[in-house]
Structures are given as structure tokens and as C-alpha cells.
């Protein structure tokens, strides 16, 4: 039975030490920064897999934390869940003999979890590293239910980068809504009306809509028409009311005719126009 240790008990670090329990398959013990080093020695020293489950600043000083306890690490398996970072951010521990990699869970954890759970299913990790520690993480995720798969260093950054526009922009995207929808609406009479109530099923149904015919195939919208008139009506109420959220409807609604144009509801001429259109309501500095 593998023994795994997981440094960093927060959100992710949490939900993977209750999936990883969950199976009955691992001997799992976690560490917190408030852990006497005489506990940690003991931990690292008799753990076969190390998961680094910290701040991304942090990463490689814990890794050196590692190194100066002084304890053997030759032939283990030692992991951080950054997203953006790739296994060179734990290089240090290479020259002691460890298997280095990354283990990134495609999936947000809004809160920590104090239970057992199956989080981590059906969702995808994204590995790189030394191909024993990367044949690991295939072990490892499959056993949680989770679908690995490689990437390249490189290419990492990019692959973060989509996480964040997929996940943390929405959530932002969703904010917005709210706050707009609070102001502008509420004094029509929707006061016991949350967010939620209103615009939540719009919003599942779209990205039900993606799952299943892609963005492009999903676009529904005045833009995906060429309804210039409601545009404008839309970036004339903008510009009255706020300026802020005029320049973001202008960047979505310029990403949302590159996207009609590919999908071809719309033709050359007509996204010209509408770029000219949003061009006369960007707010000169």
C-alpha cells in the first residue's frame, strides 16, 4: 500500500486527501504549516508520494523546507498541483534522487472539504514531469476516477491560461451580471429576485449547449444575428450609465463576432461593420 503524504491541507489540497482515503488503495496523512519538524521528518520519511498542495509562490521554498530535513528522498515521488508552474519549480529535489512532477486537477474547489468525497471524479489532470513520476500520476489519478493526461511544459502556461478564462473569468463574468442586474433591474420590481433566479438556467443551458455543439455551434445572441440595432441600443445604455462595463461589452462583443464569422451567420461585411461600430464606442483615454 503506497503511502502518500499531502503538504498544504486548503481547498484542493483537502478534496485530494478525501478522494485519495476514499479508495481504501493508499495510507494518506497530511501536513500543516503548524506541524513541529520532528512530526514533518516523520511524515516525509515514511511517505512514498509527496503532493506539494501550496501557494504557487511558495512551491519551490517548500520544496528546499524538503531538502533541509535532511531525511533520504531517493525513490520518492514528489508532486505540486500548480497550474501554471511545471515540475522545474521542484527541480532542487532531483539531485536527491526523487522523482519530480506536476499534478494539476482541472476542476475549482470553492471550499475545503472535511469529509469523504469523490471530487475528483470524472474530471481531467494534466501531468508533466520525469516519466516515472508521470506514470505514477496516471496511476494515481485513474484510481481517484480522474482522466489524466500529458502536457508539455511549455505548452503549460496556456493550458493555466485556459483554466482561468474557463473558471475564474466566469466567475467574474457571473459577478458582473449580478452587480448590473442589482442595480438596473431591482427597481423594476424584481426585488425578491436573486441572481440565481434569473439568470442561472440561461446560464446552464448554455454551457450544456457547449458541451454538446461547441461554442461556435452554441452562439445564439443579437451579434450571432446581426441585430446592429439592439447593439446599439445596448452600447448607447452603456455609455449613459457605465462607462466600466462599456469597455467589457465591447471586448466580449468583439470576441463574439470572431466567432459568428466562424460559424458564418454572419458574413465579412457584416463583422466589418460591427467592429466599426464598437470602435466608435471605445472610450478614448
Not at 532542487?92 to 469523504?116: C, N
Not at 489532470?125 to 516515472?132: L, N, R, S, V
Not at 500520476?137 to 478564462?165: L, Q, R, W
Not at 465579412?268 to 464606442?281: P, R, W
Request: proline share 2%; glycine share 6%; charged share 20%.
Amino acid at each position: 500500500m503506497n503511502k502518500i503524504l499531502i503538504i498544504g491541507f486548503g481547498k484542493l489540497g483537502s478534496h485530494l486527501y478525501y478522494s485519495l482515503k476514499s479508495t481504501g488503495k493508499y495510507k494518506v496523512t497530511f501536513a500543516k504549516k503548524r506541524n513541529k519538524k520532528s512530526i514533518l521528518d516523520g511524515l516525509i520519511r515514511s511517505a512514498d508520494v509527496i503532493f506539494i498542495c501550496v501557494q504557487d509562490s511558495i512551491i519551490t521554498k517548500t520544496a528546499e523546507s524538503i531538502i533541509k530535513l535532511n531525511v533520504p528522498l531517493k525513490n520518492k515521488t514528489i508532486f505540486h498541483t500548480s497550474g501554471a508552474l511545471t515540475s522545474d519549480a521542484i527541480k532542487v529535489l532531483k539531485q536527491h534522487g526523487t522523482y519530480t512532477g506536476s499534478f494539476h486537477p482541472v476542476q475549482s474547489f470553492a471550499k475545503r472539504t472535511t469529509r469523504l468525497t469523490d471530487s475528483f471524479n470524472k474530471i481531467y489532470i494534466a501531468t508533466e514531469g520525469d516519466k516515472p513520476a508521470v506514470k505514477k500520476a496516471y496511476s494515481i489519478a485513474k484510481s481517484i476516477g480522474s482522466i489524466p493526461f500529458t502536457i508539455k511544459k511549455e505548452n503549460k502556461v496556456y493550458h493555466h491560461i485556459c483554466c482561468v478564462m474557463a473558471s475564474n473569468f466566469l466567475s467574474a463574468l457571473n459577478g458582473r451580471i449580478e452587480e448590473t442586474g442589482r442595480k438596473k433591474i431591482q427597481i423594476n420590481g424584481f426585488n425578491n429576485l436573486t441572481f440565481l433566479n434569473i439568470y442561472m438556467p440561461l446560464a446552464k443551458q448554455t454551457l450544456g449547449n457547449i458541451a454538446v455543439h461547441g461554442a461556435k455551434g452554441s452562439l445564439t445572441g443579437p451579434i450571432e444575428r446581426n441585430d446592429v440595432t439592439t447593439v446599439k441600443h445596448h452600447l448607447e445604455a452603456l455609455k449613459k450609465s457605465s462607462k466600466e462595463l462599456l469597455t467589457f461589452y465591447i471586448l466580449m462583443g468583439i470576441e463574439t463576432v470572431k466567432l459568428a464569422l466562424n460559424k458564418k451567420s454572419i458574413t465579412k461585411k457584416q463583422s466589418s461593420d460591427l467592429y466599426k461600430l464598437f470602435s466608435n464606442y471605445i472610450i478614448k483615454q
